[in-house]
């Protein structure tokens, strides 16, 4: 049961912080999100479990820092990401 709020936390915290900037900057619909944002989000998980699997290969330590570390840091990236792609989006730069 720790493990399935483990991995829920650490899923809100890689995808939440896109979620926010197309429903509230963007005024995209839940399901012009799903759409928008698909392909990045299984790219995030995807980079995500690389960058643990290789932190933990490299026996850094404080496995649970660096998880989270690489989660939030993922997370504002893609929100970044929106956030720009928006922002030319409403300017019409290509």
Known sequence: ??????ITFLLAALWLP???VLVFVGRVSLA????????VWAGQVALAA???YLADTLSL???AGYTAAIC???GG??????WLALRHQR????
Do not use: D, E, H, Q
Request: charged share 10%; aromatic share 14%; net charge positive.
């Open 61 to 63: 330590a404080n496995p």
């Open 91 to 94: 300017a019409g730069v290509n």
């Open 32 to 39: 012009g999100m799903l759409r928008k944002a698909w392909r």
């Open 77 to 82: 990236g893609a929100a970044g990401y929106f």
């Open 1 to 6: 049961m720790f493990a399935v709020i483990l």
């Open 50 to 52: 690389t960058l643990i």
């Open 18 to 20: 896109s979620a926010v």
């Open 72 to 74: 939030f840091g993922l």
